[in-house]
C-alpha cells in the first residue's frame, strides 16, 4: 500500500467566495504542481482534499513537499491506507507512527468512518485502537483534553487509514482566485516578500524589473530571475518584464536635482508598471514599500510615488518590522538570492541626501522638464519578456 496525501481547505468558509471555484482551483493548481512528482488522482470530499498516487512511481515526498506550496491549503498531513479490520488499523498506526508514538507522552485515538457498513462507530474504533496503543506502548497516557499526539483513523468506502500529525499548509487562497497584479521585482528583500503575500490572497502575478545597464551588471539581472525562480515554487510560472531604465534614469541626473532622483525615478517606474498592467489585464500593482525603512519610503515618498498612477498600488509590507520581513523571506525561500551584493538601479543613482518630506507639487514642476510620454514609451518599447518557469520540463 502507499502513502497518500491529504489536504485541509483554508479560508474556504470565509462568506462571499463561492466553494466549488475554490475547490476546483485549488485542485488545479495542485495538479499543475504535482505532475513532475508522478501521477496523483487529485479529488475532494468534505472540506479534504485526497491526493493519491495511481502508480508505484510517485515521489510522495516530494508531492509533499510540492503541496505545501500550493495556496488554499491550510494544513497538510499524510496518511497510510491498509485493510478496513481493527487488526490492519492498530498494526499500521503501531509501524507507521512509531516515532511519533515513542516521542510522546500522551495521546488519544480520533477516528472518522465513512463507510457505514464497517462494524464499529467511530467511538468504538477510537476506544479499540486507542486501549490497544496504550497496552502496546505503556510510556504512553490517554488525554483526550490536550494530548501531545493524536491517532487519526479514518474508514472509508475502499480502505482504512492512518494519518500523521498534520503540518502548516502555505494558507491563503487558490491563485487565479483574485485577479491579476503587476509586482515590482527588484533584487532586494522586500519584493520578492512582497510578491509572495499578494500571490498568497489568490493573485496571479506580472513582475516587472528595471534594468540600468552598463551600471548594473548581467548578475544583477540574473540574480532577480532568479528570485522569480524561486517564487515560482509558490506562483507556478512567472512572466518577467524586463524594462530598460538607463536612459530614464540618465535624463533624471541631467533635469533634476540630485536629491529628487529617486523619488522621480519610483514615479516613472509607477507610469511604466501601469502601463504594463494594462498591457496584461491585471488591475494593480505591487511593491516592497515599508513605511519609515528608507528615506524614499516616509508618508510625503510614498505619496509622490502614488501620485503617478491612478492604480490600486497594494503594499503588503507598509507596517512590516524589517526582521519579520527578513523572516518571512527566509521562510519562502529568496533570501540567500536577496543578499547577493549585486548593486541595483536603485542604489547606483542614489542622492547624498534625498529628499525626505517632498511636497507633490514640487516633484510635478521638475518633471515638467522632461518629456515623461516619450521615455515612458521607449522604455515600453524596450521591453523584454523573460518567462521563468518552475522546472525546465515545464510547457509554456
Ligand atoms: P527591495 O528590498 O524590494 O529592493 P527596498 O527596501 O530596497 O526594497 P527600495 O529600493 O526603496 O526599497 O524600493 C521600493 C520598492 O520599489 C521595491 O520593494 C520594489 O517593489 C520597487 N523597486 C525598486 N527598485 C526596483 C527595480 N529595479 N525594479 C523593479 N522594482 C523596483
Ligand atoms: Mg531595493
Known amino acids: 500500500m502507499q502513502e497518500i496525501i491529504l489536504g485541509k481547505l483554508g479560508e474556504v468558509a470565509l462568506k462571499g467566495l463561492n466553494r466549488h471555484t475554490f475547490e476546483e482551483k485549488l485542485m488545479t493548481n495542485l495538479r499543475r504542481r504535482l505532475q513532475y512528482t ?3 488522482l487529485i479529488t475532494s470530499r468534505q472540506s479534504t482534499i485526497y491526493i493519491e498516487p495511481k502508480n508505484e512511481n510517485c515521489d510522495i515526498e516530494a508531492a509533499y513537499a510540492a503541496a505545501k506550496q500550493v495556496f488554499g491549503l491550510a494544513a497538510v498531513s499524510r496518511a497510510m491506507p491498509c485493510e478496513k479490520s481493527k487488526e490492519a ?6 509501524v507507521y507512527l512509531r516515532d511519533e508514538i515513542m516521542g510522546a507522552r500522551s495521546f488519544k485515538v ?3 468512518r465513512s463507510d457505514k457498513n464497517f462494524p464499529m462507530t467511530s467511538i468504538q474504533i477510537s476506544q479499540w485502537v486507542g486501549g ?5 506502548f505503556p510510556h504512553l497516557s490517554v488525554d ?5 499526539l493524536t491517532v487519526h483513523v479514518e474508514v472509508r468506502e475502499n480502505s482504512a487509514f492512518v494519518h500523521r500529525t498534520a503540518e502548516k499548509g502555505a494558507g491563503g487562497l487558490p491563485i487565479g482566485m483574485g485577479g491579476i497584479a503587476v509586482s515590482l521585482l527588484s533584487g532586494g528583500i522586500d519584493s520578492p516578500v512582497s510578491s509572495w503575500m499578494i500571490a498568497k490572497r489568490g493573485v496571479s502575478l506580472e513582475m516587472v524589473h528595471f534594468f540600468s545597464p552598463p551600471y548594473t551588471s548581467p548578475q544583477a539581472r540574473a540574480k532577480v530571475l532568479k ?10 510560472r512567472l512572466r518577467v518584464h524586463i524594462v530598460p531604465f538607463t536612459e530614464i534614469q540618465e535624463e533624471i541626473r541631467r533635469a533634476v536635482p540630485e536629491e529628487y532622483f529617486t523619488l522621480i525615478m519610483r514615479r516613472f517606474m509607477m ?3 501601469e502601463q504594463v498592467a494594462r498591457k496584461t489585464g491585471a488591475s494593480a500593482l505591487v511593491t516592497g514599500e515599508s513605511l ?3 528615506a524614499s519610503q516616509t508618508i510625503e515618498a510614498i505619496a509622490c510615488s502614488g501620485d503617478a498612477t491612478s492604480w490600486p498600488v497594494l503594499r503588503p509590507l507598509i507596517g512590516m518590522d524589517k526582521t519579520d520581513i527578513v523572516a518571512l523571506s527566509r521562510r519562502i525561500g529568496t533570501f540567500d538570492t536577496s543578499i547577493l551584493p549585486y548593486e541595483d538601479c536603485c542604489t547606483v543613482f542614489t542622492p547624498r541626501h534625498p529628499r525626505t518630506h517632498p511636497r507633490v507639487e514640487d516633484v510635478r514642476d521638475l518633471e515638467a522638464k522632461m518629456d515623461v510620454d516619450a521615455l515612458v514609451k521607449k522604455a515600453m518599447d524596450g521591453i523584454e519578456i523573460v518567462t521563468v518557469r518552475y522546472t525546465s520540463e515545464e510547457q509554456a
Open 110 to 112: 480520533e477516528s472518522k
Open 38 to 40: 508522478g501521477e496523483f
Open 227 to 236: 528570485l522569480a525562480q524561486e517564487l515560482t515554487g509558490w506562483c507556478g
Open 144 to 148: 483526550v483534553h490536550k494530548p501531545e
Open 132 to 136: 490497544e496503543l496504550n497496552e502496546a
Open 89 to 94: 488499523i492498530l498494526e499500521t498506526a503501531k
Open 271 to 273: 507610469r511604466i508598471s
Open 292 to 294: 519609515g525603512q528608507v
